[in-house]
């Protein structure tokens, strides 16, 4: 099990990313956080920004699948995508896990 993290600047995009990766079966759950704040350097400036983290949980064999889904959907010309290696401690939320992807 691993999750992928990723941040969008509005909830359409949100909403967009979020169905098309359960849709696809590319995630078995799908989280977004809204009304983060976000600040960083962008082309010589400091930025502060309002965001929405996607959580993104799926298994190992998807994150390729899933980068490219981000990379191929995302608006920003340069996407937050963030690898998180995890390990479910609930047998019972693993098994149904499983049963959500390809």
Known sequence: MVIILTT???EDQ??????????KKLAFCVKAIQNIKSTYYWK???VSDNE??????TFSN??????????KKHNYETPEIILVKSK???????????????
């Open 44 to 46: 010589n400036k400091i």
């Open 88 to 102: 479910s401690l609930n047998d019972e939320y693993t098994k149904w896990a499983n049963n959500q992807v390809d």
């Open 62 to 71: 998807n994150i390729d699948k899933v980068k490219d889904y981000l990379l």
């Open 8 to 10: 969008v600047n509005s």
């Open 52 to 57: 929405i983290i996607i959580i993104i949980k």
């Open 14 to 23: 949100s909403n967009m990313i979020s169905k098309g990766l359960i849709d």
